[in-house]
DNA sequence: CGCACCGTTGAGCAACATCAACGGAGGTGG
DNA sequence: CCACCTCCGTTGATGTTGCTCAACGGTGCG
């Protein structure tokens, strides 16, 4: 099981409390995002006051469900999220896998409910951001609207990629460059890391059987592109598995 | 070569002085819903003079490609714009058809480059907006950034609709219920249209080859759900065709 | 008139889903 | 600690949707 490095483990202690108000939140992404965007000491101030921490989240809790009225966007600051829908059918539809750093609920604001459920798949920490609050501070603060406006912008552009017409390993090679490239952005290994998810929750993003999830994977193996014992992975011909999932990914 | 087309600006007369400016953009469904949102009328003029008349575009005219600098986003006023890319291997991928009173453009926000390209489909009227100055703009009307942040979010969504694994019946009525609907938002018969588009374009979109199209189509028309004569579409059981594209559309 | 492109139709095929069975891991209660 | 159970992942056999390849009629255009 402990086969090295996995994910979230490394995270010490969440809530750094350094007395440095400016580093309170380092670990999440979002405030890190905000600066680099060039917003200043006050403005950072600003957004810390509003912020409100949420979690441990246990495996199965969900962030929010569908229909739920929508209030707040969140920063996933440790754990993965998975958001998905339930269509007509009863059939499972998973939107995404949301990592440290990742902001989910946008795609709330348009009909001010959720349109999805999202749910912890291991231990969850969130930072809570009320969106009529941050939108308030938006007018005020440019740079946090500028930000705002490119992390929806962002994910229209994700949610396309998936969509593209793709063969089943050409996608799978896509969900674990697009995974180990995440995780290095966000300091971990982009060689060996751990799937957070069941293979049917793989298979229902990808659109396809979870057998064929399995099939795939295991022919990765024979072909030595990777790794796998259950959940570990480790990439073992990065280029390889690249340029299987450059038509998906497009870069 | 990519960056002669931007916005041709065939049209220079920016205001069409009709006398009352609350209506000078009224085929311009972005101003209208920028009312509709509670903008006032003082508002409503501080948009209004940045706004900036494109076109008419003929059939095969770009407003942007793939790769230009970012700099506006824009909302059609006629005609129908069509948005794709073309992957590594040459082939094109159908992003969305953008009608009447929709904006495109949104998802180039991230990384200041238009990630699509996008075309006319048809004779073609736009309403540019420079970006910078419309968001500057929405930092002093919070209505307008409202109205930016609810287009964004609900673009998020449009694009995971079609990303759903479904049958091509069940596509291509979502197709086709989605055109009506959107197209009786802006005052169309919601029964009878033209498709502007080629069956390569619909499957391009769909994710099918164009035959298929071709051939759901044909069978859609022998069940009675439809008459198709070429472009020409009129849907003769709309109840059936609704509950076929419940599925993707989930409403 | 000739050409190019669009839409349609048919025949064969391949990728992937479906159905079925089984081994292993982890959790629970005795 | 073991017995049991359930869920997860894997593997094999079979089925079916929709793609590919090929051919042809119609329409618009130079």
Not at 20 to 26: A, I, N, R, W
Not at 116 to 129: E, G
Not at 157 to 170: I, P, R, T
């Amino acid at each position: 099981m402990s086969s090295g490095v996995v994910f979230p483990r490394t995270n010490p202690s969440i809530i750094a409390d350094d007395g440095d108000s400016l580093t309170f939140c380092s670990t999440c992404a979002f405030s890190q995002a905000c600066l680099s965007e060039g917003m200043d000491k006050s403005a950072l101030m600003d957004l810390h006051v509003l912020v409100e921490h949420v979690g441990p989240l246990r495996p199965g809790e969900h962030v929010f469900r569908e229909g739920d009225e929508f209030s707040a966007i969140a920063a996933v600051r440790a754990g993965t999220v998975k958001t998905y829908m339930i269509d007509p059918n009863g059939h499972e539809q998973v939107l995404g896998f949301h990592l440290p750093g990742e902001v989910i609920g946008l795609n709330a604001i348009h009909d001010d409910r959720y349109p999805c459920n999202a749910v912890a798949l291991d231990t969850v920490m969130l930072c809570r951001f009320s969106f009529p609050r941050i939108a308030m501070l938006a007018t005020r603060l440019p740079n946090l609207q500028r930000h705002l406006f490119k992390l929806m912008s962002r994910d229209i552009g994700v949610a396309s990629l998936f969509a593209g017409d793709h063969s089943a390993d050409q996608r799978m090679a896509a969900f674990l460059i697009g995974l180990s490239r995440r995780l290095a952005a966000r300091g971990f290994s982009p060689r060996r890391f751990q799937l957070t998810m069941s293979r049917t929750d793989i298979a229902n993003y990808l659109r396809q059987a979870p057998e064929t999830v399995s099939r795939v994977l295991r022919r990765f193996e024979r072909e030595g592109l990777v790794s796998i014992k259950l959940r570990d992975v480790e990439i073992l011909d990065m280029q390889r598995l690249e340029s299987l999932a450059l038509v998906v990914l497009r870069h």
